[in-house]
């Protein structure tokens, strides 16, 4: 299993990005997959995640309306669309899958995730 983030950088307050994992090594569409965010300091936390089987998805509340997951089981790649970006949404985003465990499964705990991508950067500035 082999996830790989992209899209990361730095952005003022009010930009956007788009951030991609791409997935290799397990069948894409029967898993899970979802974004954490780790502050310094801080928990890792799950951000949203994605339910491949029948495209259930999950936003933790302060990123509702702002950030927009996606994914591209022909590419198996999972992208987080990211507006309206603020300074708390500075930390490094990893992705992780999650074996699926059928329709409407959206686990956010960490401990609900197995294997990780190495993270990528975002800072946003005021």
């Known amino acids: 299993v082999q996830l790989v983030e992209s899209g990361g950088g730095l952005v003022q307050a009010g930009g956007s990005l788009r951030l991609s994992c791409a997935a290799s090594?397990?069948?894409?569409?029967?898993?899970?997959i979802g974004w954490f965010r780790q502050a310094p300091g801080k928990e890792r936390e799950g951000v949203s995640c994605i339910n491949n089987s029948d495209g259930s998805t999950y936003y933790l509340d302060s990123v509702k309306g702002r950030f927009t997951i996606s994914s591209d089981n022909a590419k198996n790649t999972v992208y987080l669309e990211m507006n309206s970006l603020k300074p708390e949404d500075t930390a490094v985003y990893y992705c992780?899958?999650?074996?699926?465990?059928?329709?409407?499964?959206?686990?956010?705990?960490?401990?609900?995730?197995?294997?990780w991508g190495q993270g990528t950067q975002v800072t946003v500035s005021s």
């Open positions: 992780a899958v999650s074996i699926g465990r059928g329709p409407d499964y959206v686990p956010v705990d960490v401990t609900d995730f197995g294997s």
């Open positions: 090594g397990f069948t894409f569409d029967d898993y899970v």
